[in-house]
């Protein structure tokens, strides 16, 4: 299992962000299906491909308005059977994500 730090508290969502988020990974583009939670310094989302442990990456948000990217680094990875109950897919995997700056995700849902 994977072991989450976070110190400041978490926001869970109810409701989806909005607008398209996505997790770059040197040349992958990862749909995020779900954003379990966010805090200041970090998010955990939910992916349909693989990712490892200690990858550096950069979170892409953006509706009509905005075009936010953040880095960050993947802190835990682990992979889901049967993933989100509006997924089809037969496998995700959860990412645990450290962002390199604060948040400014959590202000647009």
Same mark, same amino acid.
């Given at each position: 299992?994977?072991?989450?730090? %976070? %110190?400041?508290?978490?926001?869970?969502?109810?409701?989806?962000?909005?607008?398209?988020?996505?997790?770059?990974?040197?040349?992958?583009?990862?749909?995020?299906?779900?954003?379990?939670?966010?805090?200041?310094?970090?998010?955990?989302?939910?992916?349909?491909?693989?990712?490892?442990?200690?990858?550096?990456?950069?979170?892409?948000?953006?509706?009509?308005?905005?075009?936010?990217?953040?880095?960050?680094?993947?802190?835990?990875?682990?992979?889901?059977?049967?993933?989100?109950?509006?997924?089809?897919?037969?496998?995700?995997?959860?990412?645990?994500? %450290?962002?390199?700056?604060?948040?400014?995700?959590?202000?647009?849902?």
């Amino acid at each position: 299992m994977h072991s989450d730090k %976070r %110190r400041e508290s978490r926001a869970v969502y109810t409701h989806q962000p909005t607008g398209k988020m996505q997790v770059l990974l040197r040349d992958q583009c990862l749909d995020v299906y779900t954003v379990k939670d966010a805090s200041q310094t970090g998010l955990q989302l939910e992916v349909g491909n693989r990712v490892d442990k200690g990858e550096n990456i950069l979170v892409r948000y953006w509706t009509k308005e905005v075009d936010i990217k953040l880095n960050g680094t993947v802190i835990w990875s682990s992979i889901r059977s049967g993933g989100s109950k509006d997924i089809a897919q037969a496998e995700t995997c959860v990412l645990g994500i %450290r962002l390199a700056s604060p948040s400014l995700l959590q202000t647009f849902w």
